[in-house]
């Protein structure tokens, strides 16, 4: 099953493209924390729990994505743990990438992708960083 294919069941399943909700219905600990500089967010799973944490530097927008992306990591990368997004959105990790790629899926609201919009005003109606929809949308 490919990405989209998983955020698409994930969005049936809980009925919302919210990763805060989706992040809560599915058992995953939500905290934010003061990080290292310039370490956003973190997937981790210990003794058998799962946590997002986020910074508490983090503005709303950001979050809410990176938010999104270490949930990516939950879903799509379950055996692995410790996966962070830095204050870089050029990522060259595959991992990195997949967990990007799930993030603007699961944020991008569909009616945005109407009207022959550029990337540049998907990214702001959907309060995404442009780097990211750039490196995505096709």
């Not at 967010?41 to 999104?68: M, P, Q, T």
Request: charged content about 25%; some cysteine; aromatic content about 8%.
């Amino acid at each position: 099953m490919g990405i989209s294919e998983k955020v698409d069941k994930l969005i049936k399943k809980y009925k919302t493209r919210c990763p805060y909700a989706i992040a809560d219905m599915s058992n995953i600990s939500i905290r934010r924390e003061g990080l290292p500089n310039g370490i956003m967010g973190i997937a981790v799973k210990a003794l058998r729990r799962k946590y997002i944490i986020l910074s508490i530097n983090n503005d709303i927008h950001i979050d809410r994505f990176v938010c999104a992306h270490e949930l990516g990591h939950h879903t799509l990368h379950p055996g692995y743990s410790y996966k962070f997004i830095t204050n870089s959105l050029f990522v060259n990790d595959k991992y990195e990438k997949q967990a990007n790629e799930f993030a603007v899926k699961l944020l991008i609201d569909p009616e945005t992708l109407k009207y022959g919009r550029t990337k540049q005003e998907i990214a702001q109606l959907n309060g995404l960083p442009f780097e990211v929809i750039d490196k995505i949308l096709r």
